[in-house]
C-alpha cells in the first residue's frame, strides 16, 4: 500500500522571551548526544512537559545547541533556576558556571523535513544534502534522529544523492588545500584486524618523494584505528598548523583528523552506524571520500579486502561498491584505484594499538619475525601509490616500494616522522597481564573469525589501553598441535582481562580441524 | 546498486564473571531509554571502552535489563564500586541502594538482527515478530535501534508483516478476557484537538446495555489524551481488578491503559515515534489494532477524520488505510468498521483536559451552550456501535443514541462511572492566567490549522496542567469581527503561558479572510 508519512510542524515561542537559567557544570559525560539535565521544577521551562518532542534549545555564549532533557529531582544537583550541562555539550556550549543560559521548546531542525521525506521515497536535492551534513556537523540531531536518517537512506539512495551527500559533507567541515599537484593517500574500507599497513605504505610513499600528509580515525569497533597505533609510535593530535610543519619536512605524517575537523558530519553518522551495525555502500562512499577530499587528497587507492568475516563478502558486492566509489570519485575529481585484497583473516601478528605499532616497526626495521603478510600487502599498496608518480611506469612501483624498504630509506622516513610529530605520550608496553589461549587438537588451523578475534581484544582492553590485545601465533592453513598457543591475550586491568578470557573460553575464534 | 548491510556479532563475556557493583540510585529521570551511570574508573567495567558499542547488560534483583552507560567523573556521586541508577531503570530493574548489580558489556539482542535483515529488504517471519515486540516491552532497545526499527519498517511491510506484528504485539503484553459476547470500543486515529467524544460515546453505548470496557492513553504529542480529559471527572490509574469491578457495575468505563499492561511494545515504539513525526499506515495499525484485541474488544468502530492539518489528508490515504485496517481486523477476528470525518479544525470549544471536560459534560447535560459539532458526532458514533447490537436494526442506532442522551440515560450513565472510578485526583479548573488572541481584521473564519491550535496549547501547559489550553470561540466559516477574541489561552505557569502567547502572536492559526 502507499506509503504515508505525516510530517507535524512543531510551534515555538519566539526568542525574545525565552527563559533564563543558570549554567552549571555537571561532571558527567553523556559521551556523544546533547543532553541538559533540568529540575523537574524548572522556572523556564518544565521538562515534563516536552515529553512528546523532548528536545529543548539551548543558547549561550553566543552559541545555540539542540538538546535531549534529562529530569533531576535533586535540587542541590540542579537546581529550579539552573541549567545542568554535562559533557560533551558544556565543552560545545563554551559557557562557563554562572553563566546565563536560555532554554526554550526546540523546534525540529528544518533538515528533519527532509529526512521525513527520504522516508516517503523522495530524492533529496544538493542543497537539502547542504542543510542535513551542517545540522549533523553541529550536533543539531538526536541519536534516533540520526538512525532514522540512516535506515531511511539505506532503503534507497541514487548515485546522484550520494554524491551530493559526499560533497555536503565536506563543505560542512574544514579542509586542506595543499600546494603540491599531486597529494597522496590510501584508505582500507576496515574490518580486518591487525590491518596496519598504512604505518608502513605512508613512510615508503614519502621515501619515494610524493606528498602523503595522512589524517586518519581512531577505533570505533575495532581494536586500533591507525591513530590509535600511530600514537604508540608519535604524538598525533596535532592541529593543522603543526600538521603542514610535519609534512613541510617529511612530505607525509600519520595523525588524528580530530584536530582538523575534516568531515565532523561523518563522525557523527559513524558514531550511530556503529552501534547499529549498519554499514551501508552509499554511507561506506559519502564516509571515505568526503574525509579524503577535505584532507585534500587527488589520487587515492583504496584497499577493499574480501573475506567471509570481512565487511565485503563476495565479489559482487565488490563490484558495486567500485562502481559507486569510481563515479563519486570521478565527478570530485579524485583520482581513485580500487585493490582487492585478502580478508579472509587478521594481517601480521599483533591486534591492538601496542603490538600492532610492535609489527609496524618490525617490518620497517626488515627484522626476521617481521609479519611477511603484512610486510607483502604494504609493498603491494605502496607500489600502486608510487606508480601515481608519473615518473614511474606500470608494473615498476612494487620494486622501487621494496626498494626503499630494503635499503632503510622508509624506516629513516619514518623515523623522521616520529620525531617532526613529537614523542609519543602512551606507555608502550604491551599489557602485564597474559593469557594464552591453546589449541585444544591437533590438526590445521581451518579458519580465523576477524569478527571474534576484535572482540576478544576489544574485551582486553583495546584501544582504550593501547597495551591490550591479541598476539596471534597462526596463520590459516598452518598445522598446530593440541596444547600449542593460538593466540596470547595481553591486557593490564583485571576487570576488563577476564571479559576477554572469558569469551575466548567460550569461542576463540581460531577454528581447527583434524 | 544492490544494498549490503553487513551484521557485527558482538562477543560477550560469560555470565560467571561478570563484574558486581553496588546499586545506587540516582535523583534523575531519563524519562525512556535505560541508562546507567558508570565511573570513568568502574571496577567492573571501564565505560570509556564501550564508545562502539555503547550498551551494557545490568543484573539484579532477578532482572536482566539493557542500558545505555554514561560516564560520571564524581566519585562523591558515583564511586568506581558503585553503579548509578536513574529512573526509569531504577523502578524497572527493582534493586535497593546497596543491592548488588552485576554489569557486562552487552550482546546485543537478537531481535537487532531481524531489523538489520529488515533493513536489508527481508519480509521478517511471525516468529521474528514475536521476539522483536518481546524484547521492545522488555526496554531491551535503545532508542536508536526503535528508530532504526521503524524507519525500516515504514520502507516496506507487507499486509502479512503488518498482520503479525500486531498479533506479536498482543502477545507480549497482557491481554483481558471478558465474558461477554460483544464487547465494544471505539478509536479516533487522532490528530484533532479537542475531540473527545469518546467521553460521550461510552456513557450512550453503556446506556442501551452493550458493554464498553475501554482504555485509554495519556497524550503523547497531543494537548489532552482520552484518559487526561476523563481524569479530570473521575481516576483513571485502575490496575485489571478494579476496572472489572467498574465494568461489573456500570458496562462500561474509560480508565487509562498503563496499569493494565496491554500491548507494551507499541508505548516503547510511539514515544519514539512521536518526537521523530513519522506515523506509517502498518505502524497505525499494529499499534491501535494491537491494544484494541488485547484490550479484549470484538467490535470496532474507527473514527478517520479528514482534514489538511489532519493526520490523514485526503481519500486516496483513507481507502489503503482502511484496506490494511480490515485485512488485520478480518485475520484476528475484530470485527471493524471505519467511520471518516470531517477532519478539517478542532471539534468542540475545549483544548486542555479541564476544558474539554467541561464541553463533553455539557453535552451530557444538554446545556445551551454544549458544541453542537461534538455532539452530533459522538451521535454518528455512537449509533453505529449500538447497530452492533443484534436487536438494533441499520439506520436505527443514531435515534436511539440520541434519545438516551435526551433523557439523560447518557448523563446517569457516566455519573455512575464517574462514582466507580472514584474521584477524580484533579483540580477541575481552568488555568487561571488567561490571554485572549483577537482576529485583526474582520471578515470570515477560513481555516483554522489543527497542528498550530494544539502546538500552542501544548506550549500553554497542556496536558501535563490540566487546567491550561485553548477556548476556541470561533469555527470555520464563521463571521468574525476585528479586536473580537479567536480563543482565550489558560495556564498557571507564567514560564510556560509567555511560550504560548508568544507562538499564537508570531502565528495563531486561525486564518480570517476579508
Not at 9 to 27: D, H, T, Y
Not at 31 to 49: H, K, M, Q, T, Y
Not at 145 to 169: D, G, H, K, N, Y
Not at 474 to 497: C, K, M, N, Q, W
Request: proline share 6%; aromatic share 2%; with cysteine.
Amino acid at each position: 500500500m502507499a506509503l504515508t508519512v505525516l510530517s507535524q510542524s512543531a510551534v515555538q515561542p519566539s526568542s525574545a522571551r525565552s527563559g533564563r537559567l543558570l549554567a552549571k557544570a555537571l561532571p558527567f559525560d553523556t559521551i556523544r548526544e546533547n543532553v541538559v539535565l533540568l529540575s523537574r521544577d524548572c522556572l523556564a521551562l518544565r521538562p515534563g512537559r516536552l515529553l512528546g518532542l523532548r528536545r529543548v534549545e539551548v543558547r549561550g555564549a553566543g552559541k545555540c545547541l539542540l538538546a535531549s532533557p534529562m529530569i533531576c529531582d535533586d535540587p542541590a544537583v540542579v537546581g529550579p533556576d539552573e541549567i545542568g550541562l554535562p559533557q560533551p555539550l558544556f565543552h560545545r556550549l563554551g559557557v562557563r558556571t554562572g553563566d546565563p543560559v536560555e532554554i526554550l521548546p526546540a523546534r525540529p531542525p528544518r533538515s528533519l523535513d527532509s529526512v521525513r521525506a527520504k522516508i516517503g521515497g523522495a530524492t533529496l536535492s544538493q542543497s537539502d544534502y547542504d542543510e542535513i551534513a551542517r545540522d549533523l556537523a553541529a550536533h543539531r540531531w538526536s541519536d534516533m534522529e540520526v538512525a532514522a536518517f540512516l535506515i531511511a537512506c539505506a532503503s534507497l539512495m541514487t548515485p546522484e544523492e550520494t554524491l551530493a551527500l559526499t560533497r555536503a559533507m565536506v563543505s560542512a567541515g574544514g579542509r586542506l588545500i595543499w600546494d603540491y599537484p599531486l597529494v597522496v593517500d590510501k584508505h582500507c574500507i576496515g574490518g580486518i584486524p591487525g590491518n596496519r599497513s598504512s604505518l608502513i605504505v605512508t613512510p615508503i610513499v614519502a621515501a619515494h618523494g610524493l606528498k602523503m600528509p595522512k589524517t586518519s580515525s581512531r577505533a570505533i569497533t575495532s581494536p586500533a584505528g591507525t591513530a590509535d597505533t600511530m600514537e604508540v609510535l608519535a604524538r598525533v593530535d596535532l592541529d593543522e598548523t603543526a600538521m603542514r610543519r610535519v609534512v613541510e619536512t617529511c612530505g607525509a605524517c600519520v595523525i588524528w583528523g580530530g584536530r582538523v575537523n575534516l568531515s565532523p558530519a561523518d563522525d557523527v553518522l559513524i558514531s550511530v552506524e556503529r552501534p547499529l551495525s549498519v554499514d551501508t555502500p552509499e554511507q561506506m562512499v559519502a564516509s571515505i571520500l568526503s574525509k579524503k577530499i577535505a584532507a585534500g587528497s587527488n589520487h587515492l587507492v583504496l584497499d577493499v579486502p574480501i573475506g567471509p568475516t570481512a565487511k565485503v563478502r563476495d565479489a559482487g558486492a565488490v563490484l558495486s561498491l567500485r562502481k559507486l566509489f569510481t563515479f563519486v570519485a570521478r565527478r570530485t575529481g579524485l583520482s581513485l584505484e580500487v585493490l582487492v585484497t585478502d580478508g579472509s583473516q587478521p594481517i601480521g601478528r599483533g591486534i591492538g594499538p601496542v603490538l600492532e605499532a610492535r609489527d609496524v616497526m618490525s617490518v620497517l626495521e626488515r627484522r626476521a619475525e617481521a609479519p611477511v603478510d603484512l610486510r607483502d600487502k604494504a609493498i603491494r599498496l605502496a607500489g600502486r601509490l608510487i606508480e601515481a608518480d608519473p615518473e614511474v611506469g606500470l608494473g615498476e612501483g612494487e620494486a622501487r616500494a621494496l626498494a626503499l624498504l630494503n635499503d632503510g630509506s622508509a624506516l629513516r622516513k619514518m623515523q623522521a616522522m616520529i620525531e617532526a610529530q613529537g614523542a609519543s605520550p602512551v606507555d608502550g608496553r604491551p599489557g602485564s597481564l597474559t593469557h594464552e589461549v591453546v589449541a585444544t587438537r591437533s590438526g590445521r588451523v581451518a579458519a580465523i573469525d576477524c569478527l571474534r578475534i576484535a572482540g576478544v581484544a576489544r574485551l582486553a582492553g583495546a584501544p582504550d589501553d593501547p597495551g591490550a590485545g591479541l598476539d596471534m601465533m597462526f596463520r590459516a592453513g598452518d598445522p598446530v598441535r593440541a596444547g600449542e598457543t593460538l593466540y596470547r591475550i595481553h591486557g593490564s586491568e583485571p576487570a576488563d582481562f577476564r571479559f576477554a578470557v572469558d569469551a575466548a573460553g567460550e569461542d576463540c575464534g581460531v577454528r581447527v580441524e583434524a
